[in-house]
């Protein structure tokens, strides 16, 4: 298994929130940007990939217990998410690749 860290090295991916831990392990991984589908389907543990840049992409990723959040498609985080993902220790990354690019890459690094 990897680890947030493997990951955000081996895809190059901007890292929002220096001070949470990417030393945790990964368990897979999960796209959606409806939240209310993503809240009922995501996983502990999970890489969550999607273009949602808002204050609720931090809640929905603690209530699934996300390991991460990769922003895709060069969408960039609003201030008011980062405020919160770093008062929650919630990695959140961005990257300019497609969603689908992506998620071929972190099934390769899985």
Not at 30 to 39: A, C, E, F, N, R
Not at 90 to 97: D, G, M, N, R, V
């Given at each position: 298994m990897a680890a947030i860290k493997d990951l955000q090295q081996q895809l190059e991916l901007v890292d929002h929130t220096p001070g949470a831990d990417k030393g945790r392990e990964l368990s897979g991984c999960?796209?959606?940007?409806?939240?209310?589908?993503?809240?009922a389907h995501a996983f502990s543990g999970c890489v969550w990939i999607t273009i949602m840049s808002n204050i609720n992409v931090a809640a929905v990723a603690s209530l699934t217990d996300a390991a991460c959040v990769i922003m895709a498609e060069g969408v960039e985080p609003d201030p008011e998410l980062l405020k919160r993902a770093e008062r929650d220790g919630?990695?959140?990354?961005?990257?300019?690749?497609p969603v689908y690019d992506i998620a071929v890459?972190?099934?390769e690094i899985l």
């Open positions: 999960y796209i959606g940007d409806l939240l209310s589908w993503v809240m919630i990695c959140i990354f961005t990257s300019p690749l890459k972190v099934h």
